[in-house]
Each structure stands twice: as C-alpha cells, then as structure tokens.
C-alpha cells in the first residue's frame, strides 16, 4: 500500500501537464478556426453606400469591419444602413476597408480630400485593430492627431466610434478573452 501512494503523485507528474498542454492546444486550434471563420467573413463582406443627388446630409463612413458592417446580417442593417433608414435623403459614402487601423483610416481620408470630397459628417469606426495587433502607442497617437486634422479639412462633423470591448467577440474564449479586455 505505501509503493501506491508514492506512485499516484508520479503518474500526477505526467497527467496533469499533459492535460494542461492538451487543453491548451485545444483552445488554441478553436481560436485558430474562429480567426478563418473572421477572416472569410471580412472578405465576404459588403460595404452599405447609397449615392443620391439630394440636398440631404453628405455623411462619409470610414475606418475598418465595423464601419463595412461585418456582424451585421445584410448591409442595410449596419450603422452605415441603419442610419441611411433613418435619414433616406442622406448620401452615404463607404471606404471602410476590414483589418485597417488608424493609418488605415487616415489613409482613406486622404484620398477623399485628394478627390475633392466634402461632407457634413463623418462617421469613423476605428481602433480595434490598433489594439488586437497593438499598434504602438507613439504611432497611434500621431496617426490619430493626424486623422483628425484630415477629418477636420473634409467633414463640418467627425463622430469617432471607437472599439467596444474586444474581449466580449466570439472569436475570443478564455483565456485570452482576458487579455483583449
């Protein structure tokens, strides 16, 4: 009976970091395949633009997968096409592109200056990215001070909704649910 008790804390040695590597492996092959399901997901994605001749709001939508409506079961019920319901005069301009981060937006800004685009409000749906692939805090600000100020040229009026709490996606089980918190 003594050589079975001096035996089980062995065999605990080897079962219980097995059972931990396994578990682990586990839930990095889950997190593994919710990041292909994203990523079909995002080039699936369409964009919610209308383009009408109107005196309405000129409204541009920019920024990165929130801004193209990935989540959203059909464009029309992103922000971009909830907000075109609520206001049908409205031209709704769309250069949201998936994965982009705050450069990202900044580049897409440009290009609507470059091309002589003005708007009465610009809706930028931007930040998640910058913190899932941690873009560095020095960039992030100069990029964001930048963004602005091209903002600032191109729309009367820039709301900026940013990332919600990128812990709570799907995509994300514990424990790294933690870490994007």
Request: hydrophobic fraction near 50%.
């Amino acid at each position: 009976p003594l050589r079975l008790h001096v035996a089980v804390p062995r065999l605990a040695y080897v079962v219980v970091p097995v059972a931990l590597t396994s578990g682990a492996a586990l839930r990095l092959l889950w997190l593994w395949k919710g990041i292909g399901r994203a990523r079909a997901l995002a080039a699936a994605g369409q964009a919610f633009e209308r383009r009408v001749a109107s005196t309405g709001w000129r409204v541009l939508v920019l920024g990165d997968s929130t801004g193209v409506g990935i989540g959203a079961g059909r464009p029309e019920e992103s922000i971009a096409g909830l907000f075109a319901a609520d206001h049908p005069d409205a031209d709704i301009v769309n250069v949201s592109r998936s994965g982009a981060r705050v450069g990202g937006a900044l580049e897409q800004a440009r290009e609507c200056r470059r091309l002589g685009l003005r708007f009465d409000l610009a809706l930028l749906h931007i930040g998640g990215n910058d913190v899932l692939r941690a873009t560095p805090l020095d960039r992030l600000v100069e990029d964001s001070r930048l963004l602005m100020a091209e903002l600032t040229a191109i729309a009367q009026h820039t709301l900026w909704l940013g990332p919600g709490d990128v812990g709570i996606a799907p995509l994300f089980p514990a424990p790294f649910s933690w870490l994007m918190r």
